[in-house]
C-alpha cells in the first residue's frame, strides 16, 4: 500500500509536543509516513509512535529561558526566523502531501503557502478569535505584556521580530496584519483544517468557531516507557504539584508548599524542575518527595489532587484522569483554563498563591467528593470526543476533499 508523507512540524517545547504524540502514533498506525520535527529532546518519545524523529539540528531558545510573556513571545518568534530559514528547502525535498504544524509555528504556516502544499494547525492551547482575545484584556499579565512592550529592551526587540516575520508573510503570498500583529493567527496560525485538543463542550466560546475546527479531544496515550516508583501509604490521599517553568524557580513557591502542606495528612509529589537545585538546603518535610521531573501520565493516576500553574496540557491531562485541581495561574491562557476548571466545578482558582490559602484549597477538594465527581464528567466529555481516532478521519476527510491536487490520497487507510 502506498503510504502518504505527512510533515509534522512542531514547537518543541512539552506543552506543545506532548498533546500530538497520541494522534501521531495514530497517524502511523493508519498508514501515513510521517515525518515529525522536534529538538533532540523529544527524540525518543516521538521516535516511540513509530514517526521518524528529524532533529531540527539547530541550537533553539527554549521557554525555559523566559523572564516574562513579552520575552515567551519573543522566544517564539525567534523560533520562526531561525526555522522558517533552516526548514524551507527540507520539507520542499520531503514532498509532504499535508503540513501539520503547531498553532505558533506561523513560520510553517508561512512555508506550506509558499510551497503550495495543504496544511493543518495543531493547536495545543484553546482555539482563539477576536472575542476571546478581547476578553484577555483585563488579565493582569495582558497589562503587564503592553507595559514591558513599550518600555523594555524584549520590547524593542519584539517590535523587530514581527516586522521580520511580516515580511515573510509577505513574500509567502499571506495577508500582513494591518496593526503589525494578528494575535489570533499569531496564537493558532488557523488553516483551512484546525485540530484542537479539546471539546466544543470545554472551549470558551465554543459555538462560535466554525466548521474548520475539529475538537477532537485530548488523545492521551502512554509516552514511551514511562513508569513511577511511588509507594502509596494506605488511604493517605496523595497531592501532586507541577508549577511550571517559570514558578519552578521560585524558592518562596517551595517554602509556601511546605507550610501548607508540611503537617497535613496528606503525600506530596513535587515535580520541581530545574527548582530541585534550589531546595539543596532547604528543609523537605517528610511528606514531600521531591523530583526533578516525573511521568505526569503515571503520576494522575495514582493522585487525589493536583497542583498546577494550569497549562492546557496539565489541564486536560488532570480531567482526563479525573483529578481536580488548584490551579495557581501566571499567563491569560493559564487563567482561561483556571476559570474553565472552576466553572465546571473541578477545581478552585487561586489568584496568588500563600500557605493558608493552598491549604484550605487542598483540604475544600479532599473533603467535598463534589469536585471529583465534575471531574468525572469532563472526563466523560474528554474520552467520548473521539481523540486520535477522531483527529485522523478529519485529516484523510481534508485530504480526500483535495485529491485532484494529491494523488494517492484515497489510498490511504484509516484502520488501525
Not at 489532587?305 to 489541564?315: I, K, T
Amino acid at each position: 500500500m502506498m503510504m502518504t508523507k505527512i510533515a509534522f512540524l512542531s514547537f518543541p517545547e512539552h506543552g506543545h509536543v506532548n498533546p500530538t504524540i497520541g494522534l501521531v502514533e495514530a497517524l502511523v498506525k493508519a498508514n501515513f509516513d510521517v515525518a515529525y520535527y522536534a529538538s533532540e529532546r523529544f527524540r525518543e518519545v516521538i521516535s516511540a509512535t513509530g514517526a521518524q524523529f528529524r532533529d531540527y539540528g539547530l541550537a533553539l531558545p527554549t521557554l525555559e529561558q523566559s523572564e516574562n510573556l513579552v520575552h515567551s513571545t519573543n522566544i517564539m518568534l525567534e523560533c520562526g526566523e531561525i526555522l522558517h530559514a533552516r526548514m524551507f528547502d527540507e520539507v520542499a525535498a520531503l514532498k509532504p502531501v499535508l503540513i501539520i504544524h503547531d498553532g505558533v509555528c506561523g513560520w510553517a504556516k508561512a512555508i506550506a503557502s509558499r510551497l503550495n502544499i495543504p496544511a493543518a494547525s495543531s493547536i495545543s492551547s484553546f482555539a482563539m478569535n477576536e472575542s476571546l482575545l478581547k476578553s484577555l484584556n483585563s488579565f493582569p499579565d495582558t497589562v503587564d505584556f503592553f507595559a514591558r512592550l513599550f518600555f523594555t529592551q524584549h520590547g524593542k526587540r519584539f517590535f523587530s521580530l514581527v516586522a521580520s516575520q511580516n515580511e515573510r508573510l509577505k513574500a509567502s503570498g499571506l495577508p500582513v496584519p494591518p496593526r503589525g500583529i494578528d494575535l489570533v493567527q499569531f496564537s493558532t496560525s488557523p488553516e483551512k483544517l484546525n485540530l484542537v485538543y479539546s471539546t466544543r463542550a470545554w472551549q470558551p466560546q465554543g459555538s462560535r468557531f466554525d466548521d474548520s475546527y475539529k475538537f477532537i479531544g485530548p488523545t492521551i496515550t502512554k509516552r514511551g516507557d514511562e513508569t513511577f516508583d511511588f509507594q502509596k501509604e494506605g488511604d493517605t490521599p496523595v497531592v501532586y504539584i507541577s508549577m511550571g517553568t517559570i514558578l519552578n524557580r521560585d524558592v518562596n513557591l517551595y517554602r509556601t508548599c511546605f507550610q501548607a502542606l508540611g503537617d497535613m495528612n496528606v503525600q506530596v509529589i513535587l515535580s520541581a524542575g530545574k527548582g530541585v537545585e534550589l531546595l539543596k538546603y532547604e528543609p523537605v518535610p517528610q511528606n514531600f518527595k521531591v523530583y526533578p521531573s516525573v511521568p505526569q501520565l503515571e503520576v494522575l493516576k495514582m493522585v487525589d489532587l493536583f497542583v498546577s500553574q494550569g497549562g492546557m496540557n496539565s489541564v486536560n491531562e488532570s480531567m482526563y484522569f479525573e483529578v481536580p485541581m488548584v490551579v495557581v495561574p501566571v499567563t491569560g491562557e493559564q487563567t482561561l483554563n483556571a476559570r474553565r476548571v472552576r466553572e465546571a466545578g473541578a477545581g478552585i482558582l487561586l489568584q496568588k498563591i500563600s500557605a493558608k490559602g493552598l491549604r484550605g484549597a487542598v483540604e475544600t477538594i479532599l473533603r467535598d467528593p463534589s469536585y471529583k465527581q465534575r471531574s468525572r464528567e469532563v472526563s466523560r466529555d474528554f474520552k467520548s470526543a473521539g481523540g486520535a481516532a477522531l483527529g485522523v478521519q478529519e485529516i484523510v476527510k481534508y485530504l480526500q476533499g483535495r485529491e485532484q491536487r494529491v494523488p494517492g490520497v484515497s489510498q490511504v487507510s484509516t484502520g488501525a
